[in-house]
């Protein structure tokens, strides 16, 4: 394939071409979401808290494998652009050696944490029983995973979004077809309960990969990932781990940052951690077809940043951020609108619906402005430029929104956290969209 068309193509109908299949894929990845937690919010609201509970873990395994999915993307898209295919063949085989090395170590030591990490947020053992259940079969998978995110990134690099949206498409759909069957025992299949719910996740995602690795060997890929170039070799894998480290930190500070409202909300009631588990699983429906065009424009930005075309990548920026803004806008009305609805799709709980409409509306408020901050970071990631990237997100996660939490909480109850969420929100943009220009000025 000669990927030059990521240079030659009007900017608008390339970034429409590349993001949308993406878009929707992360549409229906954020469906299984939804559908996902539904079907386990009918085991018992134990089992939804436990979910809650594992989820920072999971999100840290998929931060891993995204983030250096990140750095293998970026430097394959820079390496195309700049007409050097040998680098770019380096940088796809050391991508998978990464993979395999993560994806072992990160099996043995999340299934080992778990226990431990579960009864720092909830005394329930209950709570902790339906966890370990639910992560031994998940976190089994975690290879599987991280093997995913890397194909997924190295067809992305070289303009394959359709091979990324089947995949994609083909696993969520498995997933939700086997959900009920695997926790409720339709058929042949036993009632498995919570760990059916683990093992569909994982079958879905055993089925993406299977995908990926019959559509490589079986068509024509122009990075290829060749067996000489396995041998690790010290010179790439800096140059990943330099985008991929702060991609990475980039994906697990919300972890840091869910485990650390947690903490603040368990001193009040469990309905309130109950209630930010529900919001993480519906803000999926905003930010992940919002990460759809992020996706869709990383390998653009990349190839025209290393093809030396300054204009595009600043049109390619400007056009991402008012689609993000779109969609944002989108989410705010209906948070505003119908929040009773949406928390009603996980609980029947009167007090866990009024508490949830209450951090809706609060939370929405911070939508739009933060399509500044996810725009920018993920095009500071397209450019290869890691470190600028996560200062945006450590403000976004970290600096700005757990002080402020904390503090309003002292002041003003539960509804203080929420209100955090949009002041972070609004300080982190203003300070994105400076070091997004500045760090453009270096180059450009």
């Known amino acids: 394939m000669n990927e030059n068309f990521m240079r030659e193509r009007p900017v608008l ?43 920072p873990v999971q999100n840290f395994i998929n931060a891993v494998g995204i983030g250096v999915g990140v750095g293998i993307n970026a ?26 090395v993560h994806g072992i170590v990160m099996t043995a030591g999340s299934i080992a944490v778990i226990p431990a990490f579960m009864r720092m947020f909830t005394e329930s053992e209950a709570v902790v029983e339906l966890g370990v259940r639910y992560s031994a079969i998940a976190f089994s998978f975690t290879l599987v995973i991280v093997l995913g995110v890397t194909f997924e990134k190295i067809f992305q690099a070289v303009g394959r979004m359709k091979v990324t949206m089947i995949s994609l498409i083909c696993g969520c759909v498995a997933n939700i077809i086997l959900d009920p069957v695997l926790i409720f025992g339709m058929g042949p299949f036993p009632e498995m309960g919570i760990e059916g719910a683990a093992l569909a996740t994982g079958i879905g995602q055993t089925l993406t990969l299977i995908i990926y690795i019959a559509v490589y060997m079986f068509t024509s890929v122009s990075v290829r990932i060749r067996r000489n170039k396995l041998r690790p070799d010290i010179g790439m894998l800096a140059r990943l781990y330099s985008i991929g480290i702060p991609a990475t930190l980039n994906m697990a500070l919300p972890s840091l940052l869910i485990s650390s409202l947690n903490a603040i909300l368990a001193a009040y009631s469990e309905v309130y951690i109950l209630v930010l588990g529900i919001y993480y699983k519906l803000q999926t429906f905003l930010y992940l077809p919002a990460n759809g065009f992020i996706q869709g424009m990383r390998p653009i930005i990349g190839f025209n940043y290393g093809a030396g075309e300054y204009g ?7 056009i991402v951020l008012c689609m993000c803004s779109i969609i944002m806008t989108l989410g705010t009305i209906i948070c505003l609108l119908i929040p009773d609805r949406l928390m009603y799709i996980f609980t029947q709980s009167q007090e866990t619906i009024s508490a949830g409409e209450t951090a809706l509306r609060i939370i929405s408020a911070g939508f739009i402005i933060s399509s500044v901050s996810v725009t920018s970071s993920g095009a500071l990631e397209g450019l290869g430029k890691g470190t600028p990237s996560l200062v945006i997100s450590l403000c976004r996660y970290v600096i700005v929104i757990i002080p402020a939490a904390f503090i309003f909480s002292r002041l003003f109850g539960p509804a203080g956290v929420w209100n955090a969420f949009w002041t972070a929100e609004a300080v982190t943009a203003a300070a994105a969209y400076w070091i997004y220009h500045r760090s453009l000025r270096i180059k450009a």
Do not use: C, W
């Open 13 to 55: 109908p390339l970034i429409l071409s590349m993001a949308l299949p993406m878009v929707l894929s992360m549409l229906v990845n954020s469906l299984y979401n939804i559908v996902d937690s539904f079907f386990v919010a009918k085991i018992s609201e134990d089992a939804m808290t436990a979910l809650s509970l594992v989820y």
């Open 75 to 100: 430097v394959i898209a820079f390496h195309l652009g700049a007409g050097d295919r040998e680098k770019a063949d380096l940088a796809a085989a050391q991508g998978v050696l990464l993979a395999v």
């Open 312 to 318: 595009r990548v600043k049109r390619i920026y400007n």
